[in-house]
């Protein structure tokens, strides 16, 4: 399954250098507001060390792991809303992607200009809120006018659909995320079609400087008390750290790198993790001598949905499934072996795929 994440922030908060350490795409990473003008995407693997346990086990001809879009997006100012800067082309960009990585500047740097003059994240943040929460009462209001005449003639389903909307209306107009607004999936329905940007999930990005990699500092320290009602992730990397890991060649010298640095793992890592957590998104695999590749699915999938990710035949045609677990996998060395100590279960349809699971699907067309 395609997921996407878009890396957003104000101009230099260090957005297309933390892309380029993710990817091998590389965006124009310059002195000054802009230099991002079309989104970037970049594929990435995501890291997984039960990849590398099962490659060992099974010794195949390749290893394919999970990947994760990433796309740069140009950078925002005031007035976004109503066409300022780049403002309709990045609200256009991201209404594409499936959760928002929030890049904000937590470092001091004379020689790096901020579009504002000044060092303030939680200020930074409120600036992109505002922004795109002025773009979703567009969205509302707009759908509000289409729904209204119905609902007054008397349509139970419209009327229903009418008090969704004018919640949502009031949480946008008291300066609130559209994330923040308690509601069923029933009623959420009425907001699916107008995409609304604030209603997608979160990750806040500090970027630090190599000072405050370990401890943080207090711009990381605001931003966290800002965000703490939302409930969302603050991730803190050093974009400058990342860059210098993403020239590295080898796994062997990176992982080298981040002890000088007294680090277990990279801001990259952290991030991707973060995402995943956000998105409820776990990992299966499958394993064989041609490969042994990793699927991401969403948590709660059952075995014919996960099926459905390698091919839509799988699915249709569903059959069983046969699940070995990484523990009894490591133990018993084999899928043979496995299955002659009974540690190779055979499921159905209803079986709830979970983390680490490795699967063979049987099917028929």
């Not at 000054?32 to 490659?55: H, K, M, Q, S, Y």
């Not at 060649?249 to 890592?269: A, P």
């Not at 001598?289 to 045609?317: L, M, S």
């Not at 043979?336 to 209803?350: D, I, M, N, T």
Request: hydrophobic share 40%; charged share 30%.
């Amino acid at each position: 399954m395609g997921l996407k994440c878009g890396i957003v922030g104000l101009p230099n908060v260090g957005k297309s250098t933390l892309f380029n350490a993710l990817s091998n795409n590389k965006a124009e990473a310059a002195n000054f507001p802009f230099c991002t003008i079309e989104p970037n995407v970049g594929v990435i693997a995501v890291p997984d060390e039960r990849l590398r346990i099962l490659e060992q086990l099974v010794n195949p001809q390749k290893v394919v792991p999970t990947t994760f879009e990433f796309v740069d997006i140009a950078g925002l100012v005031k007035g976004a809303s109503k066409g300022e800067g780049l403002g309709n082309q990045f609200l256009a960009n991201i209404r594409e992607v499936d959760a928002i990585a929030h890049v904000v500047r937590c470092f001091e740097n004379d020689n790096i200009i901020h579009v504002d003059g000044r060092v303030n994240p939680v200020a930074d943040k409120e600036i992109i809120d505002t922004e795109l929460q002025l773009k979703d009462l567009e969205s509302v209001e707009k759908k509000i006018a289409k729904v209204e005449r119905a609902a007054k003639s008397g349509d139970a389903k419209m009327k229903k659909e009418l008090a969704t909307l004018q919640v949502y209306q009031q949480a946008l107009l008291s300066g609130k995320n559209a994330r923040s607004v308690q509601m069923d999936a029933e009623d959420k329905k009425a907001i699916e079609d107008i995409q609304l940007l604030t209603d997608k999930p979160v990750i806040y990005v500090a970027n630090v400087d190599e000072a405050s990699i370990h401890t943080g500092n207090k711009y990381v320290e605001a931003l966290k008390e800002n965000v703490k009602a939302e409930g969302a992730d603050v991730v803190m990397v050093c974009a400058a750290i990342e860059a210098q890991i993403a020239e590295l060649e080898t796994m062997e010298d990176r992982q080298v790198f981040l002890e000088e640095y007294g680090l277990k793992e990279s801001g990259l890592n952290k991030l991707v993790h973060a995402a995943y957590h956000m998105l409820d998104l776990i990992t299966y695999f499958t394993a064989g001598e041609k490969e042994v590749r990793a699927w991401t699915i969403h948590r709660g999938w059952r075995a014919p949905q996960a099926a459905g990710v390698i091919h839509t035949d799988f699915e249709k045609g569903f059959i069983r499934a046969e699940v070995i677990k990484l523990a009894d996998y490591q133990k018993y060395k084999t899928e043979a072996g496995c299955r002659e100590a009974g540690k190779l279960a055979v499921e159905g349809k209803e079986y709830v795929v979970e983390d680490g699971d490795i699967m063979h699907f049987r099917f028929n067309v």
